[in-house]
């Protein structure tokens, strides 16, 4: 069925031939769009099981080591190491742009150069417990940046989709229904015009 057309003139029919042309290419656009999102997309979905398998593995490590230390240096010491620990971050956003969509960066800065527990501690492992532990923030962080990402192209690529399903099923072919529409009523007027003109002919000749 046509949509509401005001006149069926060349000039509509060359309007809307326009009109096709640019939907169809930009349905071509979008779908590369949309099959590029979804390639970027999967891409970081493999990136966060890295990095997510990354930080379990840290954070398995740095447990191990603050267990042992605890072991070695007895649970009261390492309550007195933590209620010394003056650690402080910044967490330093920014935005990278993937295919034309803003997705989050994050990045920690330590604002302390102390070891963030008391020197007095013994415990080696604990050392090795804080380092690991700051490695996890840094990976945590990661990760963060890599989720928030993924939600981004996810949200974006629904987007497309719903762009690409209306050119395809609603905008285009309604284009063409009106092309149609026009076209027969063209020649349906050039038959009228044709049929007059004999008509007027015949009028003459007999005249």
Do not use: C, W
């Not at 920690?108 to 527990?117: F, K, M, Q, S």
Request: hydrophobic share 45%; proline share 2%; aromatic share 6%.
């Amino acid at each position: 069925m046509a949509s509401k057309i005001h006149a069926a003139t060349r000039m509509e029919l060359l309007r809307l031939k326009k009109k096709a042309k640019l939907a169809a290419k930009g349905f071509k656009l979008l779908k590369q769009k949309r099959d590029a999102l979804i390639s970027e997309f999967f891409s970081y979905i493999d990136k966060l099981k890295v990095i997510r398998t990354e930080m379990e593995d840290k954070l398995a490590v740095a447990y191990k080591s603050l267990i042992l230390a605890q072991a070695l240096s007895g649970g009261p010491e390492i309550e007195r190491a933590a209620s010394a620990s003056s650690a402080a971050y910044s967490i330093e956003s920014s935005t990278n742009n993937i295919m034309g969509v803003e997705v989050p960066a994050f990045r920690a800065t330590e604002l302390t150069t102390e070891a963030g527990y008391s020197k007095l501690s013994p415990s080696l492992e604990l050392d090795s417990a804080r380092t690991n532990f700051k490695e996890s923030l840094a990976i945590i962080i990661k990760l963060a940046g890599a989720e928030a990402t993924v939600r981004k192209l996810a949200a974006e690529i629904k987007k497309t989709k719903r762009k690409v399903n209306a050119l395809e099923r609603i905008l285009i072919p309604r284009i063409n229904n009106d092309i149609t529409y026009i076209k027969v009523r063209l020649e349906e007027l050039e038959r009228e015009n044709f049929a007059r003109l004999k008509v007027v002919k015949k009028r003459i000749e007999v005249q």
